[in-house]
């Protein structure tokens, strides 16, 4: 599996320590995923693939320490990965918002077994801003589309001086998101060809403003 992973990586070193959380946390999830809902069922058996490995390559993009927003956490992708990443480190933090109560218990229990760099706050993305004023990083995956995400990321991000740059995984069908959503958005933009799916991006934003009319 350390060879899998430093591959997907595309060389970026992973601790046995932190391969061995990532183990706990596999081990954990599919204990829970038999009881609640965390990802499409259909995807279990290629977790490693489609979901940790997916999420991994979001700290590759940007694995100084700094402060992490990930939004609507679910089953911990990319928040928690992204958490026991910055473990290695020893500084830096996620906090993963997650309204739906069964999810928040597992993120906890995943964040507290493998000594993860982050916390779980169970509210809605609309009451993240009053809880969470400021972050370096914000994440989301699988979620909403583009527009809504940038809408959620507003609050962050379109404050004067802000320096937040958001990170986005998306499918095949990402331009029509962008193309919708600089409609009502400035913003930069670097796509990130996926190392998990030919198909797919990571979307990184950054100098967000609201259109005026």
């Given at each position: 599996m350390q060879t899998s992973l430093n591959r997907a990586l595309n060389g970026l070193r992973v601790s046995r320590e932190t391969v061995e959380k990532l183990e706990h946390f596999a081990s954990l999830f599919q204990k829970w995923a038999r009881s609640i809902n965390l990802v499409a069922p259909s995807t279990l058996d290629d977790l490693w693939r489609r979901h940790i490995l997916d999420s991994i390559q979001l700290f590759q993009l940007s694995p100084a320490p700094k402060t992490w927003l990930d939004l609507g956490s679910g089953g911990g992708f990319p928040g928690v990965i992204t958490a026991i990443c910055l473990s290695e480190?020893?500084?830096?933090?996620?906090?993963?918002?997650?309204?739906?109560?069964?999810?928040?218990?597992?993120?906890?229990?995943?964040?507290?077994?493998?000594?993860?760099?982050?916390?779980?706050?169970?509210?809605?993305?609309?009451?993240?801003?009053?809880?969470?004023?400021?972050?370096?990083?914000?994440?989301?995956?699988?979620?909403?589309?583009?527009?809504?995400?940038?809408?959620?990321?507003?609050?962050?991000?379109?404050?004067?001086?802000?320096?937040?740059?958001a990170f986005f995984h998306k499918g095949r069908d990402y331009q029509l998101e962008i193309d919708k959503a600089v409609s009502r958005f400035q913003f930069d933009l670097v796509k990130h060809a996926s190392v998990v799916e030919p198909d797919s991006v990571v979307l990184e934003v950054a100098n967000l403003s609201r259109r005026t009319k």
């Open positions: 480190t020893e500084s830096g933090w996620v906090h993963l918002v997650e309204s739906n109560n069964k999810k928040a218990a597992f993120l906890r229990v995943a964040l507290r077994e493998t000594a993860a760099r982050g916390t779980v706050h169970p509210i809605r993305i609309e009451e993240a801003p009053a809880e969470i004023p400021t972050c370096d990083a914000i994440s989301a995956r699988a979620l909403s589309d583009l527009s809504q995400l940038l809408e959620y990321c507003a609050p962050w991000m379109t404050v004067e001086a802000s320096r937040t740059i």
